[in-house]
T-cell receptor, first 114, second 115 residues
Framework: DAGITQSPRHKVTETGTPVTLRCHQT?????MYWYRQDPGHGLRLIHY???????DKGEVSDGYSVSRSKTEDFLLTLESATSSQTSVYFC?????????????FGQGTRLTVV | AQSVTQLDSQVPVFEEAPVELRCNYS??????LFWYVQYPNQGLQLLLK??????LVKGINGFEAEFNKSQTSFHLRKPSVHISDTAEYFC?????????????FGQGTELSVKP
């Protein structure tokens, strides 16, 4: 398995509170991604990073921010959690820019906003 | 814009029977195609991918998929399934201008293999 660790694995939080999810990789891959998984929607890209301090928005970025201060860590922050952000969040990494490159996924974080 | 449609949300099948999971995509540019599998409470794992060349692609665990450009399809098949194949399967596409991890996923198909 690719060395990807997501923390926490499960979290319950209240509406309006900030939440930060962490993705840590030991593969030294340059590219990192955050997806959310929802029934009927598959996985949708939230934000991605192509290097330290280089990030960009994905398909469903509203309400989320990211930071990458080190190659190995990619943080996803919900500034003020809402019930619509209840989801399973997956971090992924890839080694190169080529579109055919395999993406490796973490185990996921199940977030519940009550 | 690209999109991926998995035509069946659930596919129940008996052990040792053949199975086909259907995937259609829409894109105005050349694409790469992927199938990922997600076992319960786990992340996604790559089954196979089509980049170019032969339209029949073989993957892990006995799965294969056929790229059909005229029908914009990339159906996944296995001639004989096992209980352990019970999982959710995702078809995904990436156009050739995108970075490798920027994937557009289908809605997923739950494969349930019964004894």
């Amino acid at each position: 398995d690719a060395g990807i660790t997501q923390s926490p694995r499960h979290k319950v939080t209240e509406t309006g509170t900030p939440v930060t999810l962490r993705c840590h990789q030991t593969e030294n891959h340059r590219y990192m991604y955050w997806y959310r998984q929802d029934p009927g929607h598959g996985l949708r890209l939230i934000h991605y990073s192509y290097g330290v301090k280089d990030t960009d928005k994905g398909e469903v970025s509203d309400g989320y921010s990211v930071s990458r201060s080190k190659t190995e860590d990619f943080l996803l922050t919900l500034e003020s959690a809402t019930s619509s952000q209840t989801s399973v969040y997956f971090c992924a990494i890839s080694e190169s820019r080529g579109a055919g490159t395999e993406a490796f996924f973490g185990q996921g974080t199940r977030l519940t906003v009550v | 814009a690209q999109s991926v449609t998995q035509l069946d949300s659930q596919v129940p099948v008996f052990e040792e029977a053949p199975v086909e999971l259907r995937c259609n995509y829409s894109s105005s540019v050349s694409v790469y195609l992927f199938w990922y599998v997600q076992y319960p409470n786990q992340g996604l794992q790559l089954l196979l991918k089509y980049l170019s060349g032969s339209t029949l692609v073989k993957g892990i665990n006995g799965f294969e998929a056929e790229f059909n450009k005229s029908q914009t399809s990339f159906h996944l098949r296995k001639p004989s399934v096992h209980i352990s194949d019970t999982a959710e399967y995702f078809c995904a596409v990436s156009d050739r201008d995108n970075q490798g991890g920027k994937l557009i996923f289908g809605q997923g198909t739950e494969l349930s293999v019964k004894p």
